[in-house]
């Protein structure tokens, strides 16, 4: 008996699963207390090797659920102190590294007979996405809000280094041979305003730490997905694909935000191809978890936007990426010329998978990670506490079993607007959601031309931390208050029509947002640089803190500080708050400035945003790091 028919005839619980699973689908009503219930929200997945087991991280619920496959039930819990993020094994499996994202990062580590926690390591801020290295001797962690990976000895459980990435480290895999180390960075780190604004692929030689990075296609973003392909040629990477410089519009054929794998060489270290995972009239939003079957035949992506996953047949992909000149395609009767004639052209093909990859919906909403044991993809489900049972094999008609994770847990209104606003049901063919241009309500560091002040003066996309206590919002302060920013989301930007009790949702998510410390806080505390950029912030002599008073840093006004660019129609501009400032570059409203330091030095040559040009590199350097502390 074969491992795939073992998993479908001693899995009773999720076959009659169907009916507890109307729970998860089911909304509450909005007047329960926000702390009540006890969600779990599954984010990431790890199969021990011999299949029999799936541990699951569970964000919410501080906690690793061991999933049985062979019972179709949750056998244990661990908890743990602080929000896991990811998993691996070491290759005896007798260990499960578990990063926790806390400021202070650490890694935890499960005996797998036992259950048990028996060690700790340290790691960075925001530790996720962990990878062994084959030999087990080494444990690699993203850091990612401190823009760095920690390589940690497993025997003497200390960090032996930190290597600088790019911009907020989400995922990464290592190969075969533990020679490179594929590091996936979650946002752009450049200008928003130049031509070519991209996030990048880092690649880490882990004998000699030395860094390269893989540029992705230009407006990508949005990199939660990576993985390597079991004999070690290719490195996948999901991601978003906007296309910023056209303004918004409309939405048909992906206009604004489309949602890709790239296929990298990861012997050479260079992007083959990146293809789309849309379809010509339908979306496949926020594309997150990424994972190969055993042979690397498949390649598996999840879309936490349209709730999807998508199974792409390697052999069938690889061949149609090197069948240039492109041959004309025969579906049924009709034959049709591809429309992709060169490698040039397969970014913007919306039918280039046609027949390469099949579509299919899940149980539940969220799926943010998946994990494959022999002919079945398991994919927990962040917002409905699920997961979902995927028959992989081509020729079964019902291919989803949908597995609950815990009991049921209403909904409260915070939580259906963080369903919302990640949700990209809202969007018209389901392009994107509020999340694809706002990716944990924070700013994606593009540039967008919204219609809401007009088409040709692009502004960088904001964070939405206290959007809701520091009206008017946007650049230009066109709109009066966050709620109808909102509304006019909806409206001018999913092209949606949605009921007002959404919208009220979505506020409540947004009003409940808490900023992220700072990762340059020292114990809970300003260091003594920034005590001293303190003091100049606030003092006459420079003057920032009149246009930026405590506790939000806005006085909530409109300023000409000399910022205008050449395709803004006015030079008066919203003055922003700066609470949580160090993660939400590049700066400015058409984001010109790389660095808080740019801010206040070449993009303020004449002194009208704080009189900085007088001060010391010392007193500069205290003031940015003041900034940062925010």
Not at 344 to 372: K, M, Q, T, W, Y
Request: hydrophobic share 40%; proline share 8%.
């Amino acid at each position: 008996m074969g491992m795939g028919e073992h998993i479908v005839k001693r899995n009773p619980y999720c076959e009659g699963a169907l009916v507890a699973l109307v729970f998860l689908l089911a909304m509450a009503s909005d007047g329960l207390a926000q702390d009540g219930p006890a969600y779990r929200s599954p984010q990431a997945i790890v199969a021990s090797p011999d299949g029999a087991r799936l541990y699951i991280a569970e964000g919410d619920a501080n906690a690793v659920a061991v999933w049985d496959v062979a019972q179709g039930v949750v056998s244990a819990t661990i908890p743990l102190e602080a929000e896991p993020t990811g998993l691996a094994f070491s290759p005896d499996a007798a260990r499960l590294y578990v990063t926790c994202a806390a400021p202070a990062g650490s890694v935890a580590v499960i005996d797998t007979a036992s259950h048990a926690v028996v060690d700790t390591l340290p790691a960075g801020y925001g530790a996720r996405g962990p990878v062994i290295s084959p030999e087990g001797g080494r444990l690699y962690v993203c850091n990612r809000f401190t823009n760095d990976v920690s390589f940690l000895d497993t025997a003497t459980k200390q960090e032996i280094a930190r290597v600088p990435v790019n911009r907020e480290p989400f995922a990464a895999a290592v190969t075969p041979d533990g020679a490179r180390l594929y590091v996936a960075n979650l946002l752009p780190a450049g200008r928003a305003d130049a031509d070519f604004c991209a996030a990048s692929i880092s690649v880490i030689d882990t004998t000699s730490r030395e860094v390269h990075d893989v540029p992705l296609p230009n407006g990508s973003g949005g990199v939660r997905g990576l993985c390597i392909s079991p004999d070690g040629r290719y490195v996948y990477a999901a991601h978003i694909l906007a296309r910023f410089h056209m303004p918004t519009t409309q939405l048909e054929r992906g206009w604004m935000n489309t949602n890709a794998l790239s296929v990298i060489d990861a012997v050479e270290g260079r992007r083959i191809n990146t293809v789309l995972l849309d379809d010509v009239d339908l979306g496949a939003a926020n594309p997150w978890g990424v994972a190969c079957n055993a042979d690397g035949g498949l390649v598996c992506v999840t879309h936490a936007g349209s709730h999807e996953l998508s199974v792409i047949d390697v052999p069938a992909l690889i061949a149609k990426l090197n069948a240039f000149p492109a041959v004309e395609e025969k579906i049924g009767p009709v034959t049709y010329p591809p429309a992709s004639k060169s490698p040039e052209d397969v970014p913007n093909d919306l039918s280039f998978l046609v027949g390469v990859r099949r579509r299919i919906p899940l149980a539940g909403h969220g799926p943010r990670a998946v994990a494959i044991v022999g002919d079945f993809a398991y994919v927990p489900e962040y917002f409905t506490d699920s997961m979902s049972q995927v028959d992989l094999r081509p020729d079964v008609r019902r291919p989803v079993t949908p597995c609950p994770l815990g009991p049921e847990q209403p909904m409260t209104s915070v939580r259906k607007g963080h369903l919302f606003f990640n949700d990209a049901r809202f969007c018209f063919q389901h392009w994107q959601s509020c999340a694809s241009c706002h990716p944990d309500a924070r700013a994606d560091g593009l540039n967008w031309d919204l219609l809401n002040d007009g088409i040709g003066n692009p502004k960088n996309a904001k964070s939405m931390l206290l959007s809701h206590e520091t009206p008017p919002v946007m650049s230009l302060g066109v709109r009066d208050k966050a709620e109808t920013a909102v509304r006019a989301g909806i409206k001018y930007i999913q092209f949606a029509v949605r009921p007002e009790e959404d919208a009220q949702a979505i506020d409540e998510y947004l009003k409940g947002l808490k900023p992220v410390p700072s990762p340059w806080i020292v114990e809970g505390a300003l260091s003594a640089e920034a005590q001293r950029g303190r003091e100049l912030f606030f003092s006459t002599v420079v003057g920032c803190g009149a246009c930026h008073p405590e506790p939000l840093y806005t006085d909530l006004q409109m300023h000409d500080v000399g910022t205008q660019g050449a395709l803004d129609r006015q030079a008066d501009f919203d003055t922003p708050q700066l609470v949580e400032i160090w993660r939400t570059a590049p700066y400015l409203h058409d984001g010109r400035a790389v660095t808080l330091m740019e801010v206040l030095t070449t993009a303020n040559t004449d002194d009208r945003h704080g009189r900085t040009s007088h001060l010391t590199d010392e007193e500069r350097h205290d003031l940015e790091v003041f900034l940062r502390s925010l």
